[in-house]
């Protein structure tokens, strides 16, 4: 039962990402969207890289909770890189528009690491999850420094 939860629940996820672009009334809210999804994403990454850098006391259970809801969560932001929404309340570099062969490249290795990391997670192995944690936090980084003003 649990499994088929995880798996509705996934679906759902994917159906809903896939027509947001079509969603956004206005860019504002694909700005929201998206910042929404990164800071959950981000949270849930911090509390992983608390246990990988030892800073609070690893737990296997909370290590792979967390970690598969920053795959799932690392899925979601990209449909709000629409058209309109480079302008306003955003960090987004102009280069996200205009390399978007870059960018998308940036979010498909995010998404293959943070899926790495769920793995590495389900190990209950810290060093594995160090390892995994470290080429994703690259990952998110190389993305940052070519993409987001700081």
């Known amino acids: ?3 088929f939860a995880c798996i509705a629940a996934a679906a759902i996820l994917v159906a809903m990402a896939a027509p947001a672009s079509a969603q956004f009334a206005k860019p504002e809210d694909a700005i929201k969207y998206r910042q ?42 990209w449909a709000g890189f629409v058209a309109g929404s480079d302008k306003g309340n955003t960090k987004a570099k102009p280069e996200v528009w205009t390399n978007q062969a870059k960018f998308t490249e940036n979010h498909e290795k995010l998404v293959a690491e943070t899926a790495k990391l769920a793995a590495a997670a389900k190990t209950g192995n810290l060093d594995s999850l160090k ?18 003003n700081q």
Do not use: E, W, Y
Not at 133 to 148: E, I, L, M, Q, V
């Open 131 to 148: 390892t995994a944690f470290a080429s994703t936090a690259g990952t998110c980084k190389a993305c940052h420094d070519s993409f987001r």
């Open 36 to 77: 929404s999804a990164l800071f959950v994403m981000g949270q849930h990454f911090g509390r992983i890289g608390a246990m990988a850098n030892g800073k609070v006391p690893f737990d296997a259970k909370a290590a792979a909770d967390n970690a598969d809801v920053v795959a799932a969560m690392s899925k979601l932001p």
């Open 1 to 3: 039962m649990k499994a």
